[in-house]
């Protein structure tokens, strides 16, 4: 259940991602609806969020790079690629599953 002042999302990470997120693939979260500027909440704005409280890694670097995600990993938001919602400019939404997939595999 959501307040006005939270958006109750899933957070979903794969491809080797979830390792900077203590190995959980799933979070179940409450955002606040909006920013540090009083701006309602987007993606960037939840970049910041997970990082500054949900990754336990330090090597914050293996998921953003000049403020925004790194290249190679892409983005989904209700199953559909960032690129078509406006990237990190796209508010989110009450229930949204934003996963984040690593595409960069050693080997």
Known sequence: MSSDDT????VE???GLEI???NQKKYNL??????ELGQPANIAYLVRHLCGNVMKDPR???FVLDDTVRPGILVLIN????ELEGEDKYE???RDHIMFVSTLHGG
């Open 7 to 10: 958006l109750s999302i899933t």
């Open 13 to 15: 990470f794969s491809g």
């Open 20 to 22: 900077l997120f203590a």
């Open 30 to 35: 409450s955002l606040p609806a909006k920013d």
């Open 60 to 62: 914050k670097e293996l």
């Open 79 to 82: 199953e559909a690629d960032w």
């Open 92 to 94: 989110v939404q009450e």
